[in-house]
């Protein structure tokens, strides 16, 4: 082997060597592609999961204000209820007085 030898074989191992260096940017450039385009469409997947759990808790939060607005109404409701019982009661007790002091017993 004298030094033409060694310089073809220089040569080809300089030439391979820009050929897998080519081959390898061009592989780490379609990789980074495919990352990038994967990192998106998980960025849009966890905020299409973000608005969805929004939403959701938008209408547990609207359903609560609901009950808490009937629930208003119910208690509203039960103290008119409570009223006329108390009023009926007050009644009856008048009217077992005025039965008791007159004497007059129906029952």
Same mark, same amino acid.
């Not at 080809?12 to 495919?34: R, V, Y």
């Not at 905020?47 to 009937?70: N, P, S, T, Y």
């Given at each position: ?6 310089? %073809? *074989? ?16 061009? &592989?780490?450039?379609?990789? !980074? !592609? $495919? ?10 997947? *966890?905020? /299409? &999961?973000? +608005? +969805?759990? !929004? ?8 359903? &609560? !204000? ?9 208690? =509203?409701? *039960?103290?008119?209820?409570?009223? $006329?019982?108390?009023?009926? /009661?007050? +009644?009856?007790?008048?009217? %077992?007085?005025? =039965?008791?002091? =007159?004497? %007059?017993? =129906?029952?």
């Amino acid at each position: 082997m004298d030094e033409k030898d060694l310089e %073809r *074989i220089e040569k080809l191992f300089l030439n391979f060597s820009g050929e897998f260096d080519n081959k390898l940017e061009k &592989q780490s450039e379609l990789f !980074q !592609q $495919k990352l990038d385009r994967q990192s998106q469409d998980f960025y849009s997947w *966890i905020g /299409a &999961q973000g +608005d +969805d759990f !929004q939403h959701k808790l938008d209408l547990v939060v609207e359903g &609560q !204000q609901m009950l808490a607005e009937r629930m208003e109404r119910m208690e =509203t409701r *039960i103290e008119r209820v409570e009223e $006329k019982v108390d009023k009926v /009661a007050l +009644d009856l007790t008048a009217h %077992r007085a005025d =039965t008791e002091r =007159t004497g %007059r017993c =129906t029952g």
